[in-house]
């Protein structure tokens, strides 16, 4: 059993950045050089481990996290692909709940990108260590200087270059390692050379520039500094460490993942610079041991064709096949299956798992991401990754009515697997709602459910459900309900003012009869027919809300009066007097917050009055404008991807039902 010393040899780290930054290759190299893998997989031609799932290899992106563990000068490295599509971003968060430290890598030509600036934040409100590596290098345009910039004054971080790049773009051959003072080339194969005669002048510059920022950051190598000596490699490798684990600062890397350059030295940055279980806190009531009690936390549930696989990152205790577990949450116990090393779909058993690992485990059938899991004798609650409140909606239904059954149980296994995605039924148009955080999120959702159920699925726009209310009401309508077919027949007169209420006020009912000619049990009876005929309006058979209904006068009859009677007359006298109403159509609005640039707003609020939007509010915070706004909600259909167009992915919405207005 591996002892508290040996935590220190184990990385959680996770991959973090926009999409098509370069995530997924860097993971396939970090494989191959590892030995993980023996051969190099390639995204554009499918073959890659991490993105394992047809529609991952046909879009060319990462949509599902993928969890893989390999071997690095003496320690394991357990490593997460994250997407980097903003539609997925629930996935990178539940990543980042369980991460000790991440690589957040940056295209040399864009530098800092909108989604990258956004899993950024996450991780800062997460209080994850970083290094950085700009990559793709070898392209036209590409910049080191230029990435470091823009990460510095998007990201308001201090970047601490370690390398200088050897050659430009197509040039680009390899990078000198400014702690060591020596190249590092990829020219066939990975070598460690002298420095170039011709940057050994800008390489001993920029060692100068790192010894000096580092300086004004940690006190043991500003004493250095301060001596006139060159700062020792040791103590620098020991300040930037020191430095990565506080989050003061951020060192920064850089290669060609494509070209199979920079993906050692990243490696070993790992080793060195980012933190072990043992360096991060431990979770309350738990040391990071494998002799104290179990505490793991559940962070991805998956189904396969071999069963549910429930993904576990263990802070405490040891974890072995056929324990008992408890579900803290739920107070339920449940019993463990296999525990499984993970290679993305690839699974290789161990015979147990203890703190610091991430592994899979087969044969738990309730727990849910987010789920704590503990000895039984020992219940400990740990804190689970916030679930996003998804943004768009749309319909799905079985095209065979057969298979309704079906697809309630495929979609009810999707909201399982992902918490950003919901399905409710809609009581009133009677649609099956699937909501989600974007529209590629839920075509990715249908697509799911289509290829593995086999199932014939349609999706569309959802409908919205309208009201009618009365805008100017009526008084003294009279209705007789007289019938007489032999046995005991039927006697109702009643009497009704209907006036206007607001429409969130919905129906208010009340009897000014005096004299006893409604008996009470009729009046309420009266009541339940007038709330009968709210049920379709006359304008186009929608709820109707917002009016007060006033019983003023009515006769009984001494044998044919009953309730069934009274009833129906109240339902037939309120349908005549809507009809002699002015009626007006209601649709649901919603009150939105949107948060965008500065320099986006103009466009903002253009589109928000094309969608018949109404801004009631907006507010500057630092940098970024929030308007308050309330939109009609069959308008907000699609209004995610086209907020993230306009604002290049940096703009974000929330909204909440706010009741209904006139159309």
Same mark, same amino acid.
């Given at each position: 059993?591996?002892?508290?010393?040996?935590?220190?040899?184990?990385?959680?780290?996770?991959?973090?950045?926009?999409?098509?930054?370069?995530?997924?290759?860097?993971?396939?190299?970090?494989?191959?050089?590892?030995?993980?893998?023996?051969?190099?997989?390639?995204?554009?031609?499918?073959?890659?481990?991490?993105?394992?799932?047809?529609?991952?290899?046909?879009?060319?992106?990462?949509?599902?996290?993928?969890?893989?563990?390999? /071997?690095?000068?003496?320690?394991?490295?357990?490593?997460?692909?994250?997407?980097?599509?903003?539609?997925?971003?629930?996935?990178?968060?539940?990543?980042?709940?369980?991460?000790?430290?991440?690589?957040?890598?940056?295209?040399?030509?864009?530098?800092?990108?909108?989604?990258?600036?956004?899993?950024?934040?996450?991780?800062?409100?997460?209080?994850?260590?970083?290094?950085?590596?700009?990559?793709?290098?070898?392209?036209?345009?590409?910049?080191?200087?230029?990435?470091?910039?823009?990460?510095?004054?998007?990201?308001?971080?201090?970047?601490?270059?370690?390398?200088?790049?050897? $050659?430009?773009?197509?040039?680009?051959?390899?990078?000198?390692?400014?702690?060591?003072?020596?190249?590092?080339?990829?020219?066939? /194969?990975?070598?460690?050379?002298?420095?170039?005669?011709?940057?050994?002048?800008?390489?001993?510059?920029?060692?100068?520039?790192?010894?000096?920022?580092?300086?004004?950051?940690?006190?043991?190598?500003?004493?250095?500094?301060?001596?006139?000596?060159?700062? $020792?490699?040791?103590?620098?490798?020991?300040?930037?460490?020191?430095?990565?684990?506080?989050?003061?600062?951020?060192?920064?890397?850089?290669?060609?993942?494509?070209?199979?350059?920079?993906?050692?030295?990243?490696?070993?940055?790992?080793?060195?610079?980012?933190?072990?279980?043992?360096?991060?806190?431990?979770?309350?009531?738990?040391?990071?041991?494998?002799?104290? =009690?179990?505490?793991?936390?559940?962070?991805?549930?998956?189904?396969?064709?071999?069963?549910?696989?429930?993904?576990?990152?263990?802070?405490?205790?040891?974890?072995?096949?056929?324990?008992?577990?408890?579900?803290?949450?739920?107070?339920?116990?449940?019993?463990?299956?296999?525990?499984?090393?993970?290679?993305?779909?690839?699974?290789?058993?161990?015979?147990?798992?203890?703190?610091?690992?991430?592994?899979?485990?087969?044969?738990?059938?309730?727990?849910?991401?987010?789920?704590?899991?503990?000895?039984?004798?020992? =219940?400990?609650?740990?804190?689970?990754?916030?679930?996003?409140?998804?943004?768009?909606?749309?319909?799905?239904?079985?095209?065979?009515?057969?298979?309704?059954?079906?697809?309630?149980?495929?979609?009810?296994?999707?909201?399982?697997?992902?918490?950003?995605?919901?399905?409710?039924?809609?009581?009133?148009?009677?649609?099956?709602?699937?909501?989600?955080?974007?529209?590629?999120?839920?075509?990715?959702?249908?697509?799911?459910?289509?290829?593995?159920?086999?199932?014939?699925?349609?999706?569309?726009?959802?409908?919205?459900?309208?009201?009618?209310?009365?805008?100017?009401?009526?008084? $003294?309508?009279?209705?007789?309900?007289?019938?007489?077919?032999?046995?005991?027949?039927?006697?109702?007169?009643?009497?009704?003012?209907?006036?206007?209420?607001?429409?969130?006020?919905?129906?208010?009912?009340?009897?000014?009869?005096?004299?006893?000619?409604?008996?009470?049990?009729?009046?309420?009876?009266?009541?339940?027919?007038?709330?009968?005929?709210?049920?379709?309006? =006359?304008?186009?058979?929608? =709820?109707?809300?917002?009016?007060?209904?006033?019983?003023?006068?009515? /006769?009984?009859?001494?044998?044919?009066?009953?309730?069934?009677?009274?009833?129906?007359?109240?339902?037939?006298?309120?349908?005549?007097?809507?009809?002699?109403?002015?009626?007006?159509?209601?649709?649901?609005?919603?009150?939105?917050?949107?948060?965008?640039?500065?320099?986006?707003?103009?466009?903002?609020?253009?589109?928000?009055?094309?969608?018949?939007?109404?801004?009631?509010?907006?507010?500057?915070?630092?940098?970024? /404008?929030?308007?308050?706004?309330?939109?009609?909600?069959?308008?907000?259909? $699609?209004?995610?991807?086209?907020?993230?167009?306009?604002?290049?992915?940096?703009?974000?919405?929330?909204?909440?039902?706010?009741?209904?207005?006139?159309?």
């Amino acid at each position: 059993m591996r002892d508290t010393n040996q935590l220190g040899l184990v990385r959680n780290l996770g991959i973090l950045a926009h999409v098509d930054a370069g995530k997924t290759t860097i993971t396939e190299r970090v494989l191959y050089v590892t030995g993980a893998t023996h051969r190099r997989g390639e995204v554009h031609d499918g073959t890659t481990v991490t993105d394992y799932d047809a529609q991952e290899r046909e879009r060319g992106i990462t949509i599902f996290a993928a969890a893989v563990t390999c /071997a690095w000068d003496g320690h394991r490295v357990n490593l997460i692909d994250t997407p980097g599509h903003v539609d997925f971003a629930d996935e990178v968060e539940r990543s980042l709940r369980v991460l000790d430290g991440a690589i957040a890598v940056f295209d040399g030509v864009a530098g800092v990108e909108p989604q990258s600036e956004a899993v950024w934040r996450r991780a800062d409100h997460h209080g994850v260590p970083r290094i950085a590596f700009v990559n793709k290098l070898d392209r036209a345009g590409a910049d080191l200087d230029a990435a470091v910039a823009s990460i510095r004054d998007r990201l308001r971080v201090t970047p601490l270059a370690v390398q200088l790049p050897i $050659g430009r773009e197509d040039g680009f051959t390899g990078v000198v390692d400014l702690l060591r003072m020596r190249a590092l080339v990829w020219d066939g /194969a990975y070598e460690e050379r002298p420095v170039p005669a011709e940057l050994l002048e800008e390489a001993r510059r920029r060692r100068g520039l790192l010894e000096e920022a580092v300086a004004e950051l940690h006190p043991a190598v500003l004493e250095e500094f301060c001596a006139g000596a060159p700062v $020792g490699e040791a103590t620098l490798r020991a300040a930037l460490r020191d430095l990565t684990l506080a989050r003061r600062a951020v060192v920064v890397l850089c290669g060609s993942a494509y070209r199979d350059r920079g993906i050692e030295p990243l490696l070993d940055a790992v080793v060195a610079y980012l933190p072990s279980p043992l360096d991060v806190p431990a979770v309350p009531g738990r040391a990071a041991d494998p002799t104290q =009690p179990l505490a793991a936390l559940v962070f991805k549930v998956h189904s396969t064709g071999g069963g549910r696989l429930t993904y576990l990152r263990l802070y405490a205790g040891t974890l072995r096949k056929g324990d008992a577990v408890l579900d803290a949450g739920a107070g339920r116990t449940e019993r463990a299956g296999r525990v499984l090393r993970v290679r993305a779909d690839r699974h290789a058993e161990v015979d147990r798992a203890v703190a610091g690992d991430i592994v899979a485990v087969t044969g738990l059938k309730a727990a849910r991401p987010g789920a704590t899991l503990c000895a039984p004798d020992a =219940p400990l609650v740990l804190e689970p990754p916030a679930a996003a409140e998804p943004v768009v909606s749309m319909a799905v239904e079985a095209r065979r009515s057969v298979d309704a059954g079906r697809l309630a149980g495929a979609l009810a296994r999707l909201a399982e697997e992902d918490p950003s995605l919901s399905v409710r039924a809609d009581p009133e148009t009677g649609q099956t709602v699937l909501s989600g955080m974007g529209e590629l999120h839920l075509e990715v959702a249908v697509e799911k459910i289509r290829r593995e159920r086999g199932l014939d699925v349609a999706a569309g726009r959802p409908r919205v459900a309208h009201r009618e209310t009365v805008a100017r009401g009526v008084t $003294g309508v009279l209705y007789r309900h007289v019938k007489q077919d032999g046995g005991a027949g039927q006697f109702a007169h009643v009497q009704l003012d209907v006036e206007p209420l607001d429409a969130a006020a919905g129906f208010a009912f009340r009897s000014a009869v005096t004299g006893g000619r409604v008996p009470r049990e009729y009046v309420r009876a009266v009541e339940a027919g007038c709330r009968d005929a709210l049920a379709a309006g =006359p304008l186009g058979g929608h =709820p109707v809300t917002g009016l007060r209904v006033t019983l003023t006068d009515g /006769a009984t009859h001494v044998k044919d009066s009953s309730e069934a009677a009274f009833r129906t007359a109240g339902a037939l006298a309120l349908r005549q007097a809507l009809r002699a109403c002015a009626m007006v159509l209601l649709e649901p609005v919603a009150e939105v917050t949107v948060t965008v640039p500065d320099d986006a707003v103009g466009g903002v609020l253009g589109d928000l009055a094309a969608r018949r939007g109404r801004v009631t509010g907006s507010a500057a915070r630092g940098g970024t /404008a929030v308007v308050t706004a309330t939109v009609p909600l069959a308008e907000l259909f $699609g209004y995610a991807t086209r907020l993230r167009s306009r604002t290049q992915g940096r703009g974000a919405f929330t909204s909440r039902p706010a009741g209904y207005a006139p159309v």
